[in-house]
Structure formats: C-alpha cells, structure tokens
C-alpha cells in the first residue's frame, strides 16, 4: 500500500457549538494515475480550497473537515477539526484504486461526525462528501446504494469531479447524474473551478439559515467555463 506524505490522526472537537456544523469530507484519489500534474494540481487546489472556505469568518467557525486518500486501500490523512486547523496536504500518487472501499470509510466517518454532532446537542447541516477520481474502482453496488438512499433522505450529498480516465458507468451509479463533473478539455487537470464551485457551496450551505433557500450561481453559465456535466445518458439507462 502506498501512503502520503502527512498523517494526522487527532480528531478535534468542534468550535461554536452552539451552532449549527457542516461536516465536509474530501476523497482524494492518488492512484499511479494521478501520478504528476494531476496530483500536484490536487494538492493546489484542496489548500486553496480550505484557505478560501477560512475567508467567511462566519463559514471557518461552522465548518469541519477530514482528509482521506485512496488508491489500494483508503486512508486517513486528517481526521475531523474544525477547517481552520486544517493542515496543507501534499499527496503523493501510486497504486491502484478502491473507489469502494474509500467510499464506504468516507460515509462512516461522515456519519460518525454526525454522532458527535448529535451526542452534544449540535445542529448538523448538509453534510458534503467530495470526491476526486480518474479511475473505475471495482464494484461500488452496495455503496452506491447506500449513497442514494442517505442523499435521497438528505442526510449528505457527493459531489464528483470526475477526471480523464474515469469509469462512467462506476460514476452513474453513484450519482445517478446528479452533482457531477468534467473538464471541458479532457486533457487539461486544472482542477480550479471545481474547488472555487465547492468553496461558494459550502460557505452558502453552512451559514444558511434553516429556512433559507440556497443559491450558488451555475457555473456552466460562465463563459470560457472550465467545467461540464458528463453524458451518462447510456449509463444511466441501463
């Protein structure tokens, strides 16, 4: 099994808590595909990602994050703390990718943040797993149906930037199409917009109101964007 370079596995308690928290988790592929401009890229963009979140005085308060990795088996690279003391990753690439296994750790950590949350009387907002993969990642059946029944009974939503390489039907089955993403130009690893995207959602989603309907402007509607919804049409009928 292939590691990173930076373990932290201190859970931290939460800040505020008498406010309401939005646990976000990021799932990072590091296979040997990833190996390169892609994983640099990830690492850029997942530090900016968090230093931007901490922007919203309000948002850094109320947001709390843990870092996995994946390519054999997944891994813990930062257990839960508030975002502001989130440490900057440096993922190195190797191996191959369990997209199952990963997924399946990255929803019990999310419900295990969310028993804490409930042990001490905390609110918990949407909770947000997002994941970045090039690859197929085995059979996710099982997880994938427990993904949909949590997001259909709205207790999180996955959130998927998928890069060249990926397995359509593996992502179809996940997402069922929704909350899904590709680069325009395919041989591009810019993975920019995407975190800039995910960073205006989690601010909104975690200092919204309860009652407050959320919106993030579509970035599909900005020109020269860098992003697009795949066609899982063939997949998805299947």
């Known amino acids: 099994m292939?590691?990173?370079?930076?373990?932290?596995?201190?859970?931290?308690?939460?800040?505020?808590?008498?406010?309401a928290h939005m646990p976000v988790l990021l799932l990072c592929d590091t296979s040997w595909s990833m190996n390169g401009m892609p994983i640099q890229n990830v690492n850029a963009s997942v530090n900016r990602f968090a230093a931007d979140v901490?922007?919203?005085?309000?948002?850094?308060g109320l947001v709390d994050i843990a870092?996995?990795?994946?390519?054999?088996?997944?891994?813990?690279?930062?257990?839960?703390?508030?975002?502001?003391?989130?440490?900057p990753v440096q993922f190195s690439?190797?191996?191959?990718?369990?997209?199952?296994?990963?997924?399946?750790?990255?929803?019990?950590?999310?419900?295990?943040?969310?028993?804490?949350y409930e042990e001490n009387g905390i609110e918990v907002k949407m909770p947000y797993i997002i994941l970045i993969t090039d690859g197929y990642g085995g059979d996710v059946t099982a997880i994938a149906q427990e993904i949909k029944k949590r997001v259909a009974d709205k207790k999180m939503q996955l959130w998927v930037l998928a890069v060249k390489g990926y397995s359509k039907e593996t992502v179809a089955k996940l997402t069922d199409g929704k909350r899904v993403f590709?680069?325009?130009?395919?041989?591009?690893?810019?993975?920019?917009?995407?975190?800039?995207?995910?960073?205006v959602s989690v601010k909104?989603?975690?200092?919204?109101?309860?009652?407050q309907k959320i919106h993030v402007d579509n970035p599909l509607k900005k020109e020269g964007t860098n992003l697009k919804v795949p066609d899982l049409d063939e997949w998805l009928n299947k």
């Open 182 to 199: 590709e680069l325009v130009h395919e041989d591009g690893y810019d993975f920019t917009e995407f975190f800039d995207l995910m960073a």
């Open 54 to 60: 901490c922007k919203d005085p309000k948002a850094a």
């Open 204 to 211: 909104a989603v975690s200092t919204s109101s309860p009652d």
């Open 2 to 19: 292939w590691n990173n370079n930076f373990n932290d596995y201190d859970v931290l308690p939460p800040e505020n808590i008498n406010d």
């Open 93 to 116: 690439a190797g191996g191959n990718t369990n997209l199952s296994a990963a997924l399946d750790m990255a929803v019990k950590k999310v419900r295990e943040r969310g028993h804490l």
């Open 67 to 87: 870092v996995m990795s994946f390519n054999d088996a997944p891994a813990i690279v930062q257990e839960w703390r508030p975002i502001t003391k989130m440490q």
